[in-house]
Every structure is written in structure tokens, then in C-alpha cells.
């Protein structure tokens, strides 16, 4: 299944779920609501998501003069994945990690923590960058933002059940409220999670392609895995973790069922055995 149906159908999923939601709680003028309140995220996820999280991290936009290393790579993997050149950004993070935002490959943005910078040698750096690029020419930003407002929208319109009275209602619209509140959020967390793992995959895929160093972008990820563990991201929003090269929550438990990210032995074995094929 292509990268384009799959993102169709959950966001047809989860735009429906949202709806199912609205109506369980409030019938036909609840399912509008409901979908108003989408419609309204969905806006400003599309045009201001990018500007919002950069500024979240307090990142810094970064040229061939402040940052020649990271600039001169990115630049390099932009021409060879046949992509317009991104927006370059550093956090000023110790905890080794990056991300790429923006809602098109003209309006796409990468960015990388100084921790990122001063613990990966060049091959690794190239694998991550070109990670993110392919994250880019995939178009998995912005169906990976749509995909977390929508189930921030079910989150939220579910919520809003907790606080409205229920004490009129009949006993079947009384139980599908119940299962709105309970049930739906959890639906929405498990569809979006699903297809950000194999996002995560492609990308490493396509990352690997990019960049000819399949084992660089393996050994950066055991390296970045292993930090940021002992060194958590700040300023962290967990909303925004699906965004990162590694999650920077931990897998542990519960956690580990609805992570983000794919094992991380599975995407190191995935990288190592694509390098011995070829």
C-alpha cells in the first residue's frame, strides 16, 4: 500500500471517528461541532505547525557561515535526493536528536540539537540528515501533524463529554458517550502510532538511499537511543515526539505498545542488512 493511500485512509479514519465522537456526545449538532473544531486545527496545523514547534525548541536558523558542517551536508543530500533546499535549524539541546517540519518540500524545514552535532562524525550526521529528507520528499510531515491534531481533536471533543451532563440521557446514548470518552482516544492513538512506525521505516529506507551509509544512520541511531536515555530533550512536548529521529519518551511498559517508533534493534537490523545486500 502506497505512502499516499495509507495516510488517505487515516485521516478518513480518524476525521470519522472525530465525528462518531461529536454524535455520541451530542448528537447531529455535536458530530458539526466536532468536525468545526477539526477543521479549525487541521487549519492552523497546515499553516503555522513549523514556526510553532521550531519556536517551541528555540531553534536557531542556521547558514553556511554559522554552521558550515550541517549546512555543507544538508546541502549536499538535498541535491542528491533532487529536493529544493530546506530551512536549516539547531537547538540549543545537548540531548542528541532532530527533526524535519513544514508542510511541503518548498516550505520544509531540518532541524538538529548541538548534542546531535557534537556526538555524531560525519557518516552519522549524513544518515540523519538524510533521514529527514526523506521524511520530506515522502510528505510525512504534514500527514503526521494532520494525523496528531485529529487525534488531539478526539482527545479533546472526548474530554469535553466529562464535563457535560449525561443524567438526561437514555441508557444506549448514555453507554455510547461512555464509549466516546474511553474508547475513541485510544482508537485514535493506536491508528496514528501504527502509521508513524512505518513511516519510521521508509524513511530509514529512504534515508539510506539518500545517503549511501546505511551503517552510519544504523550507528546513529544505537548512539542517539543510548543519550537519550541519560539525557532527556527539554522544553518537551510529548505531543511532538512522533517528530523526532528517536522518540525522546520512554519505550518501557504501556509506553513501549503505543510508541511512536519502531524497536529500535528492528531499525538497526533493517539498516544493517540492507548494507550487507548491497
Not at 8 to 22: H, I, K, P, W, Y
Not at 68 to 87: Q, S, T
Not at 92 to 117: E, K, M, Q, W
Amino acid at each position: 500500500m502506497s505512502n499516499m493511500i495509507r495516510t488517505t485512509l487515516l485521516m478518513g479514519g480518524l476525521t470519522v471517528l472525530l465525528v462518531f465522537v461529536g454524535g455520541a456526545i451530542g448528537g447531529q449538532t455535536g458530530a458539526l461541532t466536532a468536525f468545526i473544531i477539526a477543521a479549525g486545527m487541521n487549519f492552523v496545523a497546515y499553516f503555522f505547525s513549523d514556526r510553532m514547534v521550531l519556536a517551541r525548541y528555540r531553534a536557531k536558523e542556521a547558514g553556511p557561515d554559522s554552521e558550515p558542517r550541517l549546512y555543507g551536508i544538508v546541502e549536499k543530500l538535498a541535491k542528491k535526493a533532487d529536493l529544493p533546499m530546506p530551512k536549516v535549524y539547531v537547538i540549543p539541546d545537548r540531548a542528541p536528536n532532530a527533526f524535519a517540519t513544514g508542510r511541503s518540500p518548498r516550505h520544509a524545514a531540518v532541524a538538529a540539537t548541538r548534542g546531535i552535532l557534537e556526538t555524531l562524525n560525519d557518516d552519522e550526521l549524513e544518515g540523519v540528515m538524510a533521514h529527514e529528507l526523506a521524511h520530506v520528499k515522502h510528505r510525512d510531515i504534514l500527514s503526521g501533524t494532520i494525523a496528531a491534531t485529529l487525534a488531539g481533536a478526539v482527545a479533546l471533543v472526548s474530554r469535553s463529554a466529562m464535563y457535560s451532563g449525561q443524567s438526561g440521557q437514555s441508557n444506549s446514548n448514555a453507554l455510547g458517550a461512555m464509549l466516546a470518552v474511553i474508547v475513541a482516544p485510544l482508537i485514535a492513538m493506536i491508528l496514528r502510532m501504527s502509521v508513524s512506525r512505518t513511516r519510521e521505516y521508509a524513511a530509514d529506507d529512504g534515508g539510506a538511499e539518500i545517503s549511501g551509509k546505511p551503517l552510519g544512520l544504523a550507528s546513529a541511531l544505537e548512539k542517539i537511543s543510548a543519550t537519550a536515555r541519560r539525557r532527556p530533550l527539554a522544553n518537551l512536548n510529548s505531543a511532538h515526539a512522533h517528530m523526532f529521529i528517536v522518540s525522546p519518551l520512554s519505550g518501557g511498559g504501556l509506553a513501549g505498545l503505543m510508541a511512536s517508533h519502531p524497536p529500535m534493534e528492528e531499525r538497526v537490523a533493517r539498516l544493517r542488512a540492507m548494507a550487507a545486500g548491497a
